[in-house]
């Protein structure tokens, strides 16, 4: 065999192994592009594409750890968490936050969790590994559901009044490779009954709604420590209550929820994976997240606010527009909560039926003083106006969160209806300055509502709250906290600055006029009687106006003869 014939055939079998060599090279590569180093306690984060499983792996685990969480927390989207590569082999959780609990072996020094993404889109997020000791609690290790058999996670479940939360009771923390404690065999103190779980809120900042600020409020909290440094604890659990706790729902606020137990006899806590919700859908394109707020509710509450503007500074001076405006509020609330109890209207429906009686109701205040030209009659309407407000921004301080107040409707009602009727008391005593209040106060309110229509501003939830306690049977249970930050001041000063303002000018401007406009219908029958009676007065010859109009009719019907001889004008 010739040397030219020999090289070919060497040459052949190293180019094969050469490409199985690079073939296995870009499989390592692979594998290495889809593993993720977690440090313990340190947050790293991840983007899971679509068809692809990331591998979180977490190594030299310290003897002295009995148990580890992973959790990873998205925006939106979902994402799953699994012990094995597939998900459906195993136990799994898709959710916005998932988190998995691992008890560790005897001498396990690793441990690789899988994430994954269920829809087909691509999911990003940030994640955490956090190491607990054998005298930790161990959080959602008693759990009823079958789904995981420790449950380390808090659900959310929201509507448009109240946001509920629930979480799986916790277990008292053991060794690596002892049985756990059994969870309902007795209520000593030696047992999980001991144990407390302290119920925590983080608000993001207003009107944001990026992954930034949520990422950095998730860190935050993520740990026990943070929680408590930075979070507001806002109730404290036993473990003979129910685990479950409702709050208020605000559509566009994001809120970070988180729950920590506590083993008062080790002195020792462990946190449940945070959970985050805005209460709307960012999937929604009609009325989702970035799109809150009807185009109805804005036109209404615009209308609103120009109007409030106008009785700000005018209310007193044209009286007749104040009634209105009043009577038309009244109405508008009173039957929008009633026809929302009653029926299953669409909202817009609902908005256009009550500001049609709203309308209703304004008129007939104005033509009830019109007619009857009882002021004291319709001062005490618009004293019960003022009263309604003042009653629902006493209860929406910390106040309305008492327990008596929150939890017993029959006390809420009673303290508001008494705090509503005694501000119109007043208004007996000194019935033009509390009228100018009046105007001054729920005037400049319906500015910073119109406000609220364009920039979220809690104040709004002074009133809301009260209308969802109408309409909401179980509002009760829920706590009524809100955020106040920096636009909420502003906006507190807002109103502040226009309800002055207004009553000083009323006052001023006033102070040399009549306390009230006289009823129209009462000065024309005045008027008519001086007529009939004073014989001087010009008017007492004209003939009654039925006459005047036949008169009038006969001259346009009846054909004008001519009257004789027509004699020719002289230039």
Known sequence: ?????????????????????????????????????????????????????????VSRIPADVAYVTMQFHTQHRNATLSYSRMPGLGPSLTA???????????????????????????????????????????PGACNPEVNLDIDPNVYILYNLYETTIRFAPANLGYERGETPPACDTSTEPDTRWRLRYDVYQYFLPESDLSERSLFAAIQAVADAQGAVKNAKRVMTLLSSDASTAGFNSIPGQGVVYSVVVRDPLRNTSASYVPAHTYACSFASTLDGCHTLGKISTKMFFTIAGLAGLFVCFFGHRFFKCELFCMGFSFATFFFFVLITRTTDLDYDICLAVSVVIGVLGGVLLVMSWWRFGSVMACVVVVGLMLGFLVASTVLFTPLGDLNVLRRSDAVFWSTFCCIMVAVPLFFVRWP??????????????????????????SLSFITLNILKRFLNDNFSAVFTDVPFQAADYVMITLWVVLAVCGVVLQLYRERTRPFFPPSPYLMWLQERERRKTNVLDPSYHFPPLRNRLLARARQLTRRMEPAGEHTPLLL
């Open 1 to 57: 065999m010739s040397p030219g014939t020999g090289c070919p055939r060497l040459l052949l079998p190293l180019l094969l192994l050469l490409l199985l060599l690079l073939l296995l090279a870009r499989g390592v590569q692979a594998q290495v592009e889809n593993r993720v180093i977690f440090l313990p306690g340190t947050f790293q984060n991840v983007s899971v594409s679509r068809n692809e499983t990331v591998q979180a792996v």
């Open 432 to 457: 033009r300055e509390g009228n100018i209040v009046t105007c001054g106060a729920v005037g400049a309110y319906a500015v910073i509502l119109a406000v609220n229509a364009y920039i979220y501003t």
């Open 96 to 138: 916005v936050d998932p988190g998995l609990l691992t008890a560790l072996a005897p001498s396990q020094a690793t441990l690789s969790l899988f994430m994954s993404s269920p829809d087909e889109d691509t999911v990003a997020g940030t994640g955490v590994i956090l190491p607990y000791s054998s005298t930790d609690p161990v």
